[in-house]
């Protein structure tokens, strides 16, 4: 292969190409000249490769089409933060060693992914309101049934202090259950823009009462063993109160199709580990077929055809848990349902 045959592949990948010589960059092509904002080659052959490159503090990993690449952090002529991915090759030419960095501009896809983050998010959005329905529907009618028995009272003449006193503590207990109840579901749908220092437990907790009304709706038991105390840690607490939140429905969803209706359940089981903590959900709704199994977490893979379903709620819970998290999220059959899997680094 000739020399220019070389410069015109080398300046015309899609990929930005580095080659390095014991740490200092030797040649750049022009599409990383683009990623980095440079205008031509001289402003930064002759540097460190340090100098632009940023590996991320805990090494970070992404996996196309079964090759693995790092993730890593560029920095722009601009002094801008580009998120990237890199692969490294070590290549010999006259007795020299160089290494060839072939690396991948991500922030088209990060941008993607925190869309489709917003569309998940978004997507529950109408489920979300029937349940604020349902759980404002009996204490409205508490409320209409106390009002009314205070009219009553009043049209016939019968003050009784203590009675009213009664009645007026229950309207209030009712109006702040509602408000409760209507912050949560409020700030379910806020951007995380910082991580707190909370209990997975906590959060879990938080799903449950969300989804309480629908779940008795339907007839299902939930048994949440929280009775191990597990170590504060530092999340981004609305990120991870979707993916919960978004299993559950999974799990409701799943009963629909179940014959035995008596004996529904979803049980919620913890583990604390000395680097990880770990959040098990279980159903006993009959499984997933072994030959989708491997496929729910596909981006627009759905089983909810008939109900309507984005299929991109696993998919979301999947990216949450592996990019914000730093950890896993898996399934498998198990008795008679299925299990999820939630392993978060603390």
Known sequence: MND????CFFDNTIEGILIIENGFIININKAM?????????DEIIGNLATGILIPTINHKYLEYNNATFEEISLITKEGEITPAIIRIKDIKDNNKKYKMVFIQDLTDLK???SLLIEQSRMAAMGEMISMIAHQWRQP????????????LRINMKSYDENIFNKKLDDVEN???YMSTTIDDFRNFFKKDREKELTSITYITEIAIDMLYEAFEKNSIKIENKNHIKLENIFLYKNELLQVIIN?????KDAFYDKKEKDDNKITIEYKELKKVQK???SDNAGGIAENIIDKVFDPYFSTKDNKNGTGIGLYMCKTIIEKHFEGRITVSNKKD?????????K
């Open 140 to 151: 409205l009618s508490s409320i209409g049934t106390a009002v009314s028995n205070l009219k």
């Open 111 to 113: 941008e993607k992914e």
């Open 337 to 345: 349902g299925a299990s999820f899997e939630i392993t978060i680094l």
């Open 33 to 41: 000249l683009d990623i980095l904002k440079y205008n031509n080659k």
């Open 4 to 7: 220019n045959y070389f410069e």
């Open 279 to 281: 959040i098990i959900i």
């Open 174 to 176: 009712y109006l702040n």
């Open 247 to 251: 299993i559950l429905t999974n799990a």
